[in-house]
């Protein structure tokens, strides 16, 4: 018994100290171990906390999914060409400072490379965007609830006629999902 609780304080202090070191891969090994020793919830609980810091691609859609199916609708499914023209998005809203659905000066909110993945899969298309006004990476459940509390962007993320999505996340708080209707 001494020599169990002796491992788990030994796993507890390496983790504390790990994952301010090491980030998540050092949470992610310490996860594995001490699920080794049977506190697989313990570490679990503590994985959670970290993801949630930061929103990531697979965090957003699940949530997003998980919403459409509180409301009876089938989940999206992530598209690699929706996956690139959202990042693309994403990343040129964080390069060039600009937070609206068209590309400056112009009326559209695609570029050509983006719309040429967009074509490629949609008959029709739309857009969801959100950011952080201090720059800051933002967390799944902050951009799931500001889009749920617009009254359009909620529309987007519940419209039953989108199969398909892409999620694109920048650093400097910036998240945008193209929604698709198959061609």
């Known amino acids: 018994m001494k020599r ?3 491992q788990n304080n030994i796993l507890a202090i390496i983790f504390a100290i790990a994952v301010p070191i ?3 891969y ?3 090994a310490t996860y594995f171990a001490v699920d080794l020793y049977g506190k697989q919830e313990q570490a679990s609980s503590q994985l959670k906390m970290i993801d949630e810091r930061t929103a990531t691609i697979g965090s957003v859609l699940d949530a997003v999914n998980a919403e459409r199916a509180k409301n009876g609708i089938a989940p999206l499914v992530s598209h690699p060409n929706l996956q690139k023209s959202a990042q693309l998005k994403a990343d040129d809203m964080t390069i060039k400072g600009y937070r609206q659905h ?7 909110m695609y570029s050509d490379d983006m719309q040429a993945l967009v074509n490629q899969q949609c008959k029709s298309s739309s857009e969801n965007y959100v950011y952080d006004k201090k720059g800051e990476d933002m967390t799944t459940s902050e951009a799931l609830n500001w889009w749920l ?3 359009s962007h909620r529309e987007a993320l519940l419209d039953s006629s989108y199969t398909y999505t892409g999620i694109g996340i920048s650093k400097g708080g910036v998240i945008v ?3 698709c209707v198959a061609s």
């Open 4 to 6: 169990e609780q002796k």
């Open 177 to 179: 999902q193209h929604f």
């Open 149 to 151: 509390g617009s009254k």
């Open 102 to 108: 068209n590309l400056p000066g112009t009326n559209s």
């Open 26 to 28: 050092a949470a992610v």
């Open 22 to 24: 090491f980030g998540i």
